[in-house]
């Protein structure tokens, strides 16, 4: 890392870099700051078998342990943003909320779903985040990638496997957004706003922004709500240590004082575990679990 100038930190915690605010510490935290050093750690990193992930704004993810083992790549150097018409060229390491508000204040229509979404461009495209029954998946014409291979090469949308919370880059490790190119639509600046602010304000009352979360946990069973399910079940408010169900949304884990990873995961386990065994049904778990 010395040899290719990056940024780095050893045994850093990762608490401001994941939206549940747990307290993981890591061996080495990275910040690459153009494509070629990022393609030359991964295949140090890979030649080595040096474990290592790769973290967006850390809004989907569950840090299991107190200490991660490896290296933490964060791309949130990567925030180059070109709009050109109704065409965005935007980098991975780019806040995906505030492009959503950024492209509604010009007038261009796609992205008002996601100014509520706390999550990077790249790692929302790679899970497919949506909400309001939109996802990336309307609004991406492509993407460039760093393959297994250690090349740059170009995806089209038809080409990403996208599905319900689910993209090929869930199911085929080893491929790291860099860049996208998003297409939308020409609408009316002051409607968007406002769809925009009515939704802010809906979901200040129904979700519970005052606690660090990561937003939904899990997937919605088709034909069901996971949340209505889980409250059925009479979880919401309970909590193992500072892991709750929170008592606004039963679909969100909150962190209610100083949760552990652990905390959380056994949470899950017994939320699963309960909807299993009064509906019968099997949840997916959302977010991802990082050990």
Do not use: W
């Not at 935007?90 to 706390?118: D, R």
């Not at 609004?139 to 297994?148: A, I, K, N, R």
């Not at 709500?225 to 500072?242: D, F, P, R, T």
Request: charged letters at 25%; proline letters at 2%.
């Amino acid at each position: 890392i010395n040899e290719l100038g990056i940024e780095f930190y050893e045994a850093v915690s990762l608490k401001k870099y994941n939206t549940y605010r747990l307290e993981t510490v890591a061996r080495y935290l990275v910040f690459p700051d153009n494509r070629d050093n990022l393609r030359e750690l991964v295949m140090f990193l890979e030649r080595e078998n040096v474990k290592y992930i790769v973290l967006g704004n850390g809004s989907n993810i569950i840090l299991a342990n107190d200490y991660y083992d490896g290296v933490v790549i964060l791309l949130s150097k990567f925030k180059n943003l070109k709009i050109n018409g109704n065409v965005v060229e935007v980098e991975a390491g780019y806040s995906l909320s505030k492009l959503g508000i950024e492209t509604a204040s010009m007038g261009l229509s796609g992205l008002e779903f996601a100014a509520g979404i706390p999550g990077f461009v790249g790692a929302s495209i790679a899970m497919n985040a949506g909400a309001y029954n939109s996802s990336m998946e309307s609004v991406v014409d492509s993407v460039v990638v760093l393959d297994p291979d250690f090349n740059y090469v170009e995806i089209k949308n038809e080409d990403m496997d996208f599905e319900y919370r689910s993209t090929m880059f869930k199911k085929r490790l080893g491929y790291i957004i860099i860049s996208a190119v998003i297409k939308l639509e020409y609408g009316k600046k002051e409607e968007l706003m406002e769809k925009i602010n009515n939704r802010r304000e809906k979901r200040f009352v129904s979700q519970p922004l005052e606690f660090p979360s990561a937003g939904s946990v899990f997937r919605n069973p088709e034909g069901m709500y996971a949340g209505e399910l889980i409250e059925k079940c009479g979880l919401k408010g309970y909590s193992v240590n500072g892991a709750m169900v929170s008592s606004k949304h039963a679909n969100f884990i909150v962190n209610s004082g100083n949760a552990s990873g652990s905390d959380i995961v056994v949470l899950i386990g017994r939320i699963k575990s309960d909807v299993k065994e009064k509906f019968g049904v099997d949840l997916v778990l959302e977010q991802i679990i990082v050990d």
